[in-house]
């Protein structure tokens, strides 16, 4: 990434926070006994995605930090006139990315909540790549819609 500091133009890379928040929903069928609850799964589920982001290599991403610190938290949601208690386990990823294009992927999964850019303060986006953001976009974004066909 290319930000200008005075009248330098200096090469960094883009400093980020992104929230992913994982989903657990309570599973039907299941007998008395041996059944996880909400809360517990949801905070598996985050543990098995911070062990996959770990192990997996992601080009133009570097994983700095993984904070699982927060609060599982429990809402009540209504699905085809059925109310049910679905829990979520807040994951904070914080990153360093070549470049905008890199993040992406991230910010288009059913998890993601929030972004935020740690750094640098301003950042110049030349025509040429506008023009190949805005490709990635739209072809991540078919690649999803045609996934769902």
Known sequence: MKIRIN?????????????????????????LFGSKTNQAMAETVREQQINLLKNIPLQGIDLQDFDSSMEVYVITEEKNRRTREVAY??????LKADNIQDVIPFLLRPEFKKIEILGPESINISKQEMERLMFSIFKLFSDKIDSYN
């Open 7 to 31: 009248d330098e133009i200096v090469t960094e890379k883009l400093r980020l926070q992104i929230r992913l928040d994982y989903k657990a929903e309570e599973r039907s069928g299941r007998f």
């Open 89 to 94: 386990a807040p994951l904070i990823l914080t």
